[in-house]
Every structure is written in C-alpha cells, then in structure tokens.
C-alpha cells in the first residue's frame, strides 16, 4: 500500500475546507494551480469523511486518476463512468463523470454528505444563448464542444439540486486552478484574505485557500516555464473581433490565416528547430483546418492530431503513444486542456488566440509538471495573446495605457483596494477607477459572525428620492427601490428641449458674491462651470442660510469626503461651515461632468448636475 505523505501546501488545504465547513454550509473553492497534486487533497478528504461523498468531474481521466490517488490509502471507491464501463454507488466513495451521473440521477438517492467538483472553473450559473449568427461562424467541432460544455453545465446543476433534495445539508466544494471564466470574470464572490471578488451572484460563495504558481515553481515543485514571445514569425489577429461569447470565431479565424500558409509553415519551421532537444511538444491550434495545416507540416512518422471528432478509442491510443514517448509533436484543437497528464511536455506551441485567462493558464499548465531530465518548458506564444501568467487580469479591463494597479485604502474600514490608476512621475496617485470598496466588514448575528461588502463607495450615483449612494451603473436605489434616472436618458430629454442648456464641463471656478453687513464668511459663493468652447453656466450659494449651506453639502460635500478620505485616510464625513472654507476647497472640489440648466425669465436655472458619468456621450476634453 502506497500511501502519499501531503506537501505542507496540500495539508494546510485539507485544513482550510475541514474548518470552513464546520462553521457554515457556505459552497467553497480552493484553488492550487496545475500540478500541485488536487487529486491528493481531494482523496485526502474522501479519507476522513464518515459519510458518503460524490466526487464530480468532466473527463473519464480525471475520473480515473482522482480514484486511483485514493485507493492508494488501501481503501476502496467506486467509480461511475459509461466511458470506463463502470456503475458503482455502493461504496463510500464514488469518483463519477457528470455526464454519467446527471443521466441516472435515479442511481443517486442516498444521502450524500459532501459533493466535491474539479475543475470547477467549468461550473456556470446558467448556459449561455447562442444566436443563430452565432453558430454560423462555428466549426461542427467546435459546436460539438461548446454543446458539450453548455449540457455539463447543466448537468452539474442537476446533480447538486437532485443531492440537496435528499439532503439539504449537503455541502460543496470546489476545486481548479482557474477560478474564473470569460464572460463571467471570478466564479466565487468572497475571498477568505478579507475581500470580495464581485458583488454578482457567482456559482460558489467563497475561496477558502489559494496557492500562487510562483510559490510551486520557487519551491521546485512545478517546472519553471521559460515564456517567449515569437518575434519572427507569427500571427497578427488584431483585426479579428469578438463575438457574443468573448472569443473570435472559427470562420474569421480562418479566413485570416487561409492568407497566412507561409506564416504557418514558418513557425512549424521553427518550432521543429527549436525542439530538436525537446521530449514532447504540445501545439495547440485555433481551428480544425488549422491544425490539419500544422499538422501536414510536422514528420508524419513523430505527429499525431487530436481534435474533438477523433474517435475514443484512437484518441487515448495516440494519447498513450505520446506519453511513452513514440510521437513527439501532439497537436490539438481545444480538447487536451483540462484531464491530461504528460509529465515529459517540455515545449508548448500556442497558436491561437484566445481571450480566455483561464484558458491560456490551462494550456501552459500542460507542460509545468516535474519529469526526468527536464529543466523547463519553453513556452512559445505565436499569436501575440497579452496575459500575465502570475497575475493574470480578471475583472475590470485596463482602462487605457496610462492606468496600472494601485493601492487605495478605504478611509471606512481600511482595506487596502487594487484598483486601476494613474499615478505621477513621483508615484503619487492622481485618479483610480474603483467604485466601491472591496473589503469584508464582520456583521455579527445571534447565530454566527457573518461578512458583507464594506458600503463605502469612491464613485456613486445620489437617489433624488432618498439621497442614498448607489452604483454609478444602477438603475434602482437600493435603500428605497425607486427608479434611478439615467444620465443618458435625462441628457437625451434636455438635447431635446428649446428652454434648456447642457455645460460639457471641462472645469469651475469659484468666487465671492459680497453683501454689505453680512458677516464674515457668510456670504454668497458664486460657482461657475465651464464648458470646453468657451460656454458658461453659474449658481450661487448663500452662506448665511442653513438650508443654502444644507444644499451645497449635499452636492459637494459626500464627494469631497471621499476625495479627502482616501488622501488622509479620515473615516470622518466632511462637511464645508462658511464661505471661507469653501473657497479654500477652489481645488478640490468635485467636478460635474455635465450641467444641465432651464431658461427662467432673466436667466439660466441649473437643475442637474450629472457626476461620475459613464454612458454614450463624450466627456469634456475626451477624444471625438
């Protein structure tokens, strides 16, 4: 009996899911990249569990390896696969394929304790609509897959649904090392270092443990990957665009490398030179035709190409080939990114684009496991894909070339936020681009501690109906529930209007209005905004009444305590007493991006002030 001794890594993840569930039924996710050994913690678990356990997966690979890691403790699981020939439910333990599984729910009416799913990255809230425009730019291969991906989503629902039924208690776990997808970003919302990840519902409510790749490859435990950018010949698939899904299609991918055979034969040129040393290459293509064209390149007697309309049986035949080193070059059309195991992969070819993080990290990933006599895995990227593989982009995209990750510390509860920002050629920070603080505050309850998202928001949209504080993107208050108005909606109905006037602001001034006897600092601020042509609208403010002063603060002032918070750090709330002091604030003090005004009898009366826009007219001093 082969028992694994756990990494210190792997024990502290075991850790991680035996404490959070003993607290609460909370769905969970841990994330440890390709070759850290998932099937170790996931048959460590299946260990120390008292009642049953479902072990969920795509691939009859995964099936297998995951069952294998666990028998190695001298037990024994069952397996429930039609492509392994096998049906158990009986045991303990069942390592099943979801397919399998999700067509014989009646096989699954035992009460089950825990359901745990690797690659969970592959778990959606719902399948996708796909247009008919749509499936017209897809290969029948790639309609195959993607039908294929929208039924396991589906079928992972019903198996959770069916097993809650039987036991409400059951809880869920998963694991990848991708936690995210296009099109959706991160697939948990909370994080377990004090963070949310989205404020949208997701398919798994928190991470509880996560291993950065740098960690394995610096400890020796993942081969280091030696990340080139192909300079001579390679593909230029900026004039593609995306479709609905987030990724380009099959025909103009086509249609652009149909003029590029010469590139092609290049590069597969290349990569026969560069690999002359290599024990297994990897190349992964952008389409069928594609990869039938590399692979008429490559020496015959070495090659092999899988795509998802080999047959089964030829398909782990070439596998296996592979893997005992009899072919060289393995090419595949997104079939072999998930579930496949060959450790001796030292050099991988990518030559399709994708817009995918996910997918990208999955393919280099491919060739990162430890191996005899192998020092690395050159990595070559022939289609210019622009990802960081340590600390890939998910979320909000980069809003231009000026912006990197900044730190900005909440002044409510005082965690530090990435955001993207601008910062000085001293390295102080002019603007960020964050909405909302991302931190977790403890909300204590008479059962047990619970964590929401920190309220404080950096950018918000005031409810007219109740002066709450909403997402600049929200169409309904969330104190009040009243409808919010949209800017480009009260922007379109003023363009309309003979009587009315709209300021592109492209800055204000302020100044003093002085009346005689009025006391110091009590007097009337004149505010002037200006449009970008030259155009002007003002109002006034009388410093010597309540109410007037009431109304500024109530325009300026929220803002103006989120500006000077995060500068200070203050969690105080400001507000602005006198004249004087709003004259000192000349500035600082927030701009409007619009203005809008009504002709009165005599004069321009401002009605709105539109802050923080973000729609389909053009900002002041923003490019036509």
Same mark, same amino acid.
């Given at each position: 009996?082969?028992?694994?001794?756990?990494?210190?890594?792997?024990?502290?993840?075991? /850790?991680?899911?035996?404490?959070?569930?003993?607290?609460? =039924?909370?769905?969970?996710?841990?994330? #440890?990249?390709?070759?850290?050994?998932?099937?170790?913690?996931?048959?460590?678990?299946?260990?120390? /569990?008292?009642?049953?356990?479902?072990?969920?997966?795509?691939?009859?690979?995964?099936?297998?390896?995951?069952?294998?890691?666990?028998?190695?403790?001298?037990?024994?699981?069952?397996?429930?696969?039609?492509?392994?020939?096998?049906?158990?439910?009986?045991?303990?333990?069942?390592?099943?394929?979801?397919?399998?599984?999700?067509?014989?729910?009646?096989?699954?009416?035992?009460?089950?304790? #825990?359901?745990?799913?690797?690659?969970?990255?592959?778990?959606?809230?719902?399948?996708?609509?796909?247009?008919?425009?749509? *499936?017209?730019?897809?290969?029948?291969?790639?309609?195959?897959?993607?039908?294929?991906?929208?039924?396991?989503?589906?079928?992972? @629902?019903?198996?959770? @649904?069916?097993?809650?039924?039987?036991?409400?208690?059951?809880?869920?776990?998963?694991?990848?090392?991708?936690?995210?997808? *296009?099109?959706?970003?991160?697939?948990?919302?909370?994080?377990?270092?004090?963070?949310?990840?989205?404020?949208?519902?997701?398919?798994?409510?928190?991470?509880?443990?996560?291993?950065?790749?740098?960690?394995?490859?610096?400890?020796?435990?993942?081969?280091?990957?030696?990340?080139?950018?192909?300079?001579?010949?390679?593909?230029?698939?900026?004039?593609?665009?995306? =479709?609905?899904?987030?990724?380009?299609?099959?025909?103009?991918?086509?249609?652009? *490398?149909?003029?590029?055979?010469?590139?092609?034969?290049?590069?597969?040129? @290349?990569?026969?030179?560069?690999?002359?040393?290599?024990?297994?290459?990897?190349?992964?293509?952008?389409?069928?035709?594609?990869?039938?064209?590399?692979?008429?390149?490559?020496? /015959?007697?070495?090659?092999?190409?899988?795509?998802?309309?080999?047959?089964?049986?030829?398909?782990?035949?070439?596998?296996?080939?592979?893997?005992?080193?009899?072919?060289?070059?393995?090419?595949?059309?997104?079939?072999?990114?998930?579930?496949?195991?060959?450790?001796?992969?030292?050099?991988?070819?990518?030559?399709?684009?994708?817009?995918?993080?996910? *997918?990208?990290?999955?393919?280099?990933?491919?060739?990162?496991?430890?191996?005899? =006599?192998?020092?690395?895995?050159?990595?070559?990227?022939?289609?210019?894909?622009?990802?960081?593989?340590?600390?890939?982009?998910?979320?909000?995209?980069?809003?231009?070339?000026?912006?990197?990750?900044?730190?900005?510390?909440?002044?409510?509860?005082?965690?530090?936020?990435?955001?993207?920002?601008?910062?000085?050629?001293?390295?102080?920070?002019?603007?960020?681009?964050?909405?909302?603080?991302?931190?977790?505050?403890?909300?204590?309850?008479?059962?047990?501690?619970?964590?929401r998202q920190c309220d404080y928001r950096f950018v918000f949209k005031e409810c007219p109906h109740c002066g709450g504080e909403n997402d600049i993107a929200a169409r309904t208050c969330l104190q009040c529930f009243e409808v919010l108005v949209d800017p480009d909606d009260?922007?379109?109905?003023?363009?309309?209007?003979?009587?009315?006037?709209?300021?592109?602001?492209?800055?204000?001034?302020?100044?003093?209005?002085?009346?005689?006897? /009025?006391?110091?600092?009590?007097?009337?601020?004149?505010?002037?905004?200006?449009?970008?042509?030259?155009?002007?609208?003002?109002?006034?403010?009388?410093?010597?009444?309540?109410?007037?002063?009431?109304?500024?603060?109530?325009?300026?002032?929220?803002? #103006?305590?989120?500006?000077?918070?995060?500068?200070?750090?203050?969690?105080?709330?400001?507000?602005?007493?006198?004249?004087?002091?709003?004259?000192?604030?000349? =500035?600082?003090?927030?701009?409007?991006?619009?203005?809008?005004?009504?002709?009165?009898?005599?004069?321009?009366?401002?009605?709105?002030?539109?802050?923080?826009?973000?729609?389909?007219?053009?900002?002041?001093?923003?490019?036509?």
């Amino acid at each position: 009996m082969a028992v694994f001794q756990l990494r210190d890594y792997q024990q502290e993840a075991v /850790a991680a899911v035996l404490k959070h569930f003993r607290k609460t =039924n909370e769905s969970a996710v841990i994330v #440890l990249p390709t070759g850290s050994g998932k099937s170790l913690v996931i048959a460590e678990l299946a260990r120390l /569990a008292k009642r049953k356990i479902l072990v969920l997966t795509h691939v009859k690979e995964l099936v297998e390896q995951n069952h294998q890691k666990y028998e190695t403790y001298g037990v024994t699981a069952g397996i429930y696969s039609a492509g392994l020939k096998l049906k158990e439910t009986q045991h303990q333990v069942t390592f099943a394929s979801i397919q399998s599984a999700a067509r014989n729910l009646h096989d699954f009416s035992e009460p089950y304790s #825990l359901i745990i799913i690797d690659e969970c990255h592959r778990v959606n809230l719902a399948s996708p609509d796909t247009s008919k425009a749509e *499936l017209k730019d897809k290969s029948k291969d790639e309609l195959k897959q993607e039908l294929k991906e929208e039924s396991s989503t589906n079928q992972y @629902q019903q198996i959770i @649904q069916k097993l809650m039924q039987v036991n409400p208690e059951v809880k869920l776990l998963g694991l990848t090392a991708t936690p995210y997808r *296009l099109g959706m970003g991160w697939i948990y919302q909370k994080h377990y270092r004090g963070f949310i990840r989205s404020e949208q519902k997701r398919p798994f409510d928190r991470c509880i443990y996560e291993l950065p790749l740098r960690y394995l490859i610096k400890r020796k435990y993942l081969t280091e990957p030696n990340l080139v950018d192909a300079t001579i010949e390679h593909y230029d698939f900026s004039s593609l665009r995306e =479709n609905a899904s987030g990724e380009y299609s099959s025909t103009d991918m086509n249609h652009l *490398l149909h003029k590029n055979h010469r590139v092609t034969q290049g590069i597969i040129e @290349q990569v026969i030179e560069l690999g002359h040393e290599r024990q297994g290459i990897m190349i992964f293509a952008a389409t069928v035709e594609h990869a039938k064209e590399i692979f008429s390149y490559l020496p /015959a007697t070495l090659s092999a190409l899988i795509t998802g309309a080999t047959d089964s049986t030829e398909r782990d035949n070439l596998i296996k080939a592979f893997k005992r080193k009899e072919i060289k070059y393995l090419v595949n059309v997104s079939v072999l990114t998930t579930g496949f195991d060959a450790p001796h992969v030292d050099m991988i070819a990518i030559l399709r684009p994708t817009q995918s993080v996910s *997918l990208y990290q999955q393919i280099i990933g491919r060739g990162l496991r430890l191996s005899e =006599n192998k020092k690395d895995c050159l990595v070559i990227d022939y289609t210019g894909n622009d990802f960081d593989l340590y600390h890939p982009e998910v979320g909000e995209k980069k809003p231009n070339d000026k912006s990197q990750p900044v730190q900005v510390v909440c002044p409510s509860c005082e965690f530090p936020n990435i955001f993207w920002g601008i910062c000085d050629d001293d390295g102080y920070l002019v603007e960020h681009y964050g909405r909302r603080c991302q931190g977790l505050v403890a909300e204590p309850s008479e059962e047990q501690a619970k964590e929401r998202q920190c309220d404080y928001r950096f950018v918000f949209k005031e409810c007219p109906h109740c002066g709450g504080e909403n997402d600049i993107a929200a169409r309904t208050c969330l104190q009040c529930f009243e409808v919010l108005v949209d800017p480009d909606d009260m922007l379109k109905k003023a363009l309309q209007l003979k009587d009315a006037k709209i300021i592109r602001c492209s800055g204000m001034s302020l100044d003093e209005v002085s009346d005689k006897g /009025a006391d110091k600092g009590a007097g009337k601020l004149k505010i002037t905004y200006h449009d970008e042509e030259g155009a002007e609208l003002n109002e006034s403010f009388d410093f010597s009444k309540p109410n007037q002063v009431k109304a500024f603060n109530d325009i300026f002032a929220k803002r #103006l305590s989120v500006k000077i918070g995060v500068q200070l750090g203050s969690t105080e709330s400001f507000e602005v007493g006198n004249l004087q002091q709003a004259l000192q604030l000349a =500035n600082v003090l927030p701009c409007p991006d619009f203005v809008i005004a009504r002709k009165q009898k005599y004069y321009w009366r401002i009605k709105n002030r539109i802050f923080d826009y973000q729609g389909h007219y053009r900002k002041a001093n923003e490019l036509k």
